[in-house]
């Protein structure tokens, strides 16, 4: 166990043996263990997105053990994953990665400006499958926001219970929200805060904007000079409002860019801004695998580099 892994489970003293092994297992594995520093492949795009919206750009990714091969092959921490992708692979590759199981999840054949998740699957389907952790969103901002967060509520408390992690996908939306305050630095911050006080042991947001959503923060952010000009210093700000730091903050890698330096040099603020790392779903999987491994391999290069450096 390095040094880093040891403080960062320090952080979590009130879960027990099996949650901290779990935790542990997640940030031992891959080509980024003992780092600190995280990886993930989700793949919950065939549920929330559609079939042929997520998958038809790279067909090899119809079959689910496409994406068990590319996180395995790629040295990722963990793949995450609805309960029917990863039924469809988890005997096959079992003990060969980290698993997540997304518990909740909703879909796009309904346009809702108030977005809600169904329960999908349960913390014993987690144990069945070997998992590591659960995965759950909330929706921030979303009328049924307090349903949600009652859910998740249970949700940790049966999965810690039973000694699995909880990930946490955060994400503001809301008709009182703006599109553009979904993205918001001080929504996102806020969306961050809330996971964390739910007791989510590592949370997934989406990279900020320095647009201000709401007039009583944005007084705030101007009197305490706040610093959000820059990407890093937006991630900074992030991390402070996860507990200062002492909550694991993972950044989206977000719809599908094909332009590589843009998502390198996003890749390279969460470094310099204290993120903990990526969860990089579209683009990965819609690439074909010899240039997914590239880019997920220069990826980890940047946050290995990083962790070298101290």
């Avoid at 390095?2 to 949650?19: C, K, M």
């Avoid at 609805?82 to 698993?99: N, T």
């Avoid at 409002?241 to 993972?250: E, K, L, N, S």
Wanted: aromatic share 8%.
């Amino acid at each position: 166990m390095t040094p880093r892994i040891t403080e960062i489970l320090s952080w979590y003293g009130a879960d027990n043996v099996g949650t901290l092994t779990n935790l542990a297992r997640l940030l031992n594995h891959g080509r980024l263990a003992g780092t600190g520093k995280l990886v993930i492949l989700p793949v919950d795009q065939g549920f929330e997105h559609g079939p042929a919206r997520s998958f038809a750009p790279n067909p090899p990714a119809y079959d689910p053990r496409y994406h068990f091969e590319l996180a395995i092959e790629a040295g990722c921490n963990a793949y995450a994953a609805p309960l029917g992708f990863l039924e469809a692979g988890a005997r096959d590759f079992a003990g060969d990665i980290p698993l997540i199981l997304k518990t909740n999840d909703t879909d796009m054949l309904r346009e809702d400006r108030n977005p809600n998740q169904a329960l999908t699957a349960s913390v014993q389907d987690a144990l069945r499958l070997g998992c590591c952790a659960v995965g759950f969103t909330i929706y921030p901002g979303s009328a049924h926001q307090l349903e949600m967060y009652g859910q998740l509520r249970a949700y940790a408390e049966e999965a810690k219970r039973n000694g699995l992690a909880v990930v946490v996908w955060s994400y503001p939306r809301g008709s009182d929200l703006s599109k553009e305050g979904e993205s918001a630095i001080d929504v996102v911050g806020y969306a961050v805060q809330i996971a964390a006080q739910l007791g989510a042991h590592i949370i997934k947001v989406k990279l900020p904007t320095a647009h201000i959503e709401q007039d009583a923060a944005r007084k705030v952010y101007e009197e305490r000079g706040i610093a959000i000009a820059t990407a890093a210093e937006r991630v900074r700000h992030v991390i402070d409002c996860a507990f200062a730091g002492r909550r694991i903050v993972i950044f989206s890698g977000g719809a599908a860019v094909f332009d590589e330096d843009k998502l390198l040099d996003e890749i390279r603020a969460i470094h310099s801004g204290g993120g903990f790392g990526s969860i990089i779903g579209r683009n990965s999987f819609q690439r074909p695998k010899h240039q997914a491994l590239k880019l997920l391999g220069t990826v980890m290069d940047i946050y290995a580099a990083a962790s070298d450096k101290g």
